[in-house]
């Protein structure tokens, strides 16, 4: 099956008076039709970076894409101009951010903003009034109460919760690809979240698209997500399906993570924090870059780049821990 | 001071009323709110926002002032004292915020930052309080070459122990914790928890409120929860009892939605239908009664139910003691 979205051996960094940033070491990880990806790791770990770069959505300067390749259904797409790559935006894929707020227009009404988004995502081939219907349409699929009057609606008059459900809408509407949701939920509260999760989780599956949930809550992505690519300090660490990551993880900042998270219906006594700090991007360590922070670091982990081995199907990570295990399947 | 083993409660919350007059009508933040705080307790504060919840933790202090019921510390009320009278209790209470990025002075020190309160309520020599802050910073893990850095220079992680520790400073009796790592990763929010966990076993009789839209995180620190919908507590006690048995309808919701760090997906999960509604203008009867799965037309509409208790926990719904699935 030919992969929806490829990212091979892709490299970014941010050139700064400092000096380079390398926020993205050559990362390659591959998206299937229909499949739904969660993209878990902490603040800086290059999650956001990773996937608005591969649509050209971080402006170079300051960022620069040193190697690598992004294909988009077989298409080269990283040296695309920016008029074929705007082309692509909203059509083929569609993105979704945290705070919806700064996404929306805050000057016009939410109705005007749909249909605008629907016309230039159809190039103009449909009247206002089309338009109008299926904004109409989509505002009710994403279960906004009383679409009517909210189409007149300012976005200041809706919540938090109803604000996303229009962003969603106005994402959908074009019935893309791929959805890439940057933590959509972490500005809503648990109850608005647990319906916004369900309405993504529902929309993607009904309308056969792919998804890349971004998000530094690991329970969030179990809701939604079949799989789980770790990230730390711009590199993959670790990728396999959600079952795995949570009951066999492997790579020892996976473990980490999952140690801090304290569960609602465990008690527990005590949490694991996981000490120190992101190394260097600047001058990053050319060993593995968790290796500082990690209890089980040997001479091995700072000898040069540290290799992604396959220990079971679907389940790579890259940690010299898991050298000798390696399958093949 | 009174004796540790006395019964009188740490912080007395009763009947707290904060209404805020607006344009468009009364906002009722906090509606008649009684928590009281033994010593030596952390007591979870949860809510959705707008539940009025951090306006309790600010009022309990008095930086927002109350429009009705009363406020004691350690038995002593302080609902309408002075400033004057106001500054000594700053030495037994004290706060930390969400965000220690906006709660830190950018100009200052983090030595200076956490010398500040010594300097306004000791009368300490210069070389003493030297040694108090670095003292103060070991205690929450910092080195001292931190003492001459700005806060812009830290981490979110280390500038939450900056603002822990000048809270320690003065050796206070209660900590009023408002979402202290609701900004921070998780792998560093659970060094935050587990220092406080620390800090309450070296201290017998620190007292905290900690207020969090994170269930999970007041399951770990606490030892009782309140549950805030709208301005009022619907369900209080024991956070074993709560998390096992959940009595309101809305604690039921809210701890159904929380997603959970497992690979299998959260079944049975209670789906609320819509949003908080206006505190200006709040349902009649149970607030909750227009998004509750178990509303009764004629009953839960027109009657805000009293205290129904359970065990060591109560609840405010009219069906609290019904099923309990």
Known sequence: MQPLLSIRDLA????????????????????????ALGLVGETGCGKSVLTR???????????????????????????????????????????IFQDPMTFINPVFKIGTQLVDAIRAQRQGRVSKREARSIALAMLDKVQLPNPDRQFESYPHQLSGGMRQRVLIAMALTAEPKLLIADEPTTALDVTIQAQILDLIARLVEDMGISLIMISHDLGVVSQVCSRVAVMYAGQIVEDAPVEQVFN?????????????????????????????????????????????????????????????????????????????????? | MSDPRSSSPMLALDNLCVHFPTKGGLVRAVDGVSLSLKPGEIVGLVGESGSGKSTVGKTALRLVDPTGGKIAIDGLDITDASAKELKPVRTRAQMIFQDPHSSLNPRMTIGK????????????????????????????????????????????????????????????????LDEPTSALD???????????????????????????????VVRFLC?????????????????????????????????????????????DRIQLSGDLPSPVNPPSGCAFHPRCPRFEAGRCDNTFPDWVKIGASRARCHFARGDTK
Do not use: W
Request: aromatic content about 6%.
């Open chain 1, 248 to 329: 066999n993880p492997a790579h020892p900042y996976t473990k980490g993570l999952l140690a801090a998270v304290p569960h609602p219906f465990k008690v527990e006594d005590k949490l694991e924090g996981i000490d120190g700090n992101l190394p260097n991007l600047y001058e990053p360590p050319k060993g593995c870059r968790f290796a500082a922070r990690c209890g089980h670091a040997q001479a091995a982990c700072s000898v040069g780049p540290i290799r992604q081995v396959t220990i079971e199907k679907n389940h790579d990570v890259a940690c010299v821990l898991y050298n000798n295990q390696e399958v093949h399947v």
């Open chain 1, 53 to 95: 770069s591969a649509f050209g959505l971080v402006p170079t300067p300051p960022a620069k894409i040193t190697s690598g390749s992004v294909t988009f259904e077989g298409r080269e797409i990283l040296g695309l101009s920016a008029k074929e790559q705007r082309a692509m935006r909203g059509r083929d894929v569609a993105m």
């Open chain 2, 186 to 216: 998780v792998s560093v929010q659970a060094q935050i928890l587990e220092f406080l966990k620390e800090l309450h076993a070296e201290r017998p009789r620190m007292t905290s409120l900690f207020i969090s839209h994170n269930l999970a």
């Open chain 1, 12 to 35: 970014l960094q941010f050139d700064t008076f400092d000096g380079s940033y390398k926020a993205i070491d050559h990362v390659s990880i591959d998206l299937n039709p229909g499949e």
């Open chain 2, 113 to 176: 930052i956490v010398a500040e309160p010594l300097i306004i309520h000791s009368k300490m020599k210069r070389s003493d309080l030297d040694k108090a802050v670095s003292g103060l910073l070991d205690r929450v893990g910092l080195p001292a070459q931190f003492l001459h850095r700005y806060p812009h220079e830290l981490s979110g992680g280390q500038k939450q122990r900056v603002a822990i520790a000048r809270a320690l400073s003065v050796d206070p009796d209660m900590l009023i």
């Open chain 2, 223 to 267: 030892q009782r929860i309140a549950v805030m919908y709208l301005g009022k507590i619907v369900e209080e006690g024991p956070v074993d009892a709560v998390f096992a048995n959940p009595r309101h309808p809305y604690t039921k919701a809210l701890l159904s939605a929380v997603p959970l760090p497992q690979a299998e997906r959260n079944v």
